[in-house]
Every structure is written in structure tokens, then in C-alpha cells.
């Protein structure tokens, strides 16, 4: 009983910051559509290919069309994928791409990935990549 509190005490004082993209701040649960993965056991790497909804970014551009949108986790010491549903720290979810505001090891950074049907908790590093 007392490690379940304390695990919820450290989640409790989880802190999410959204990361601006080129096209401004992701938001809401449907502005990521997942159109397919890849991961590379070695060097363990992870690439999130999702379409993007600009009209779901701040500032939002309603006349645009959807762009295709990759995200690319390589390094990675850590990742857990859950059903969006499922997640448990939804709750703190700032925007459709968070920093976990928390020390991390050496260069590495903890993102959170939320698209439509899944939420990537991912310790690593990551690039942005615009197609």
C-alpha cells in the first residue's frame, strides 16, 4: 500500500510541457492520425509516421490541408506504448506532444506522443520531420 502511494505521489507531481512544432502546438486527441511504425532493435530506434491535422495546432490553420508528419526516436532507453484509452497519465496531458519536465539521463529527454488510437511514452532522443 505505502509504494502505491508513493508511486502516485511521484505521478502526482508529474509536469508536462507541450513542444512547439514547426506549425505551432499540437492539440487534441484526433490531430495525429498513426499511418504506420518502424523499429530497429539496433540501434533501437522508432519512427512514428502520423498525419497531421493542422487545424488541431495553435495557431490554428483551417484552410490547410493535412500534412504528413514523422516522428523519429532513436537512442531510445526507454518507450512504453499504450492504447490511448489505457493511458494513466492522460490526465496531465498538455498538448498531443509533451516534455516530461523531469531530469532525465545525459542528452536524453522523455516525450509523450499522443495520437488517435495510441500514447508513446519514449526515453530518448527525437527529431521532427516534415514531409
Known sequence: MAENQLGQEAVDKMKL?????KHGVIYS???????????NLYPFKFVVKTSLSLA???????????IDIEFIFSDVQRMTIYK????????????????VEEECEKEYVNVILSTYDHVFDILGKYEVKYL
Not at 510541457?17 to 512544432?21: D, H, L, S
Not at 486527441?29 to 523499429?39: F, M, P
Not at 488541431?56 to 490553420?61: N, Q, R, V, Y
Open 56 to 66: 488541431a495546432c495553435d495557431p490554428d490553420l483551417h484552410d490547410e490541408t493535412d
Open 29 to 39: 486527441r484526433d490531430a495525429l492520425i498513426l499511418n504506420g511504425a518502424e523499429l
Open 84 to 99: 490511448a484509452d489505457e493511458f494513466p497519465n492522460e490526465k496531465y496531458s498538455v498538448s498531443s506532444f509533451d516534455l
Open 17 to 21: 510541457k507541450a513542444i512547439e512544432t
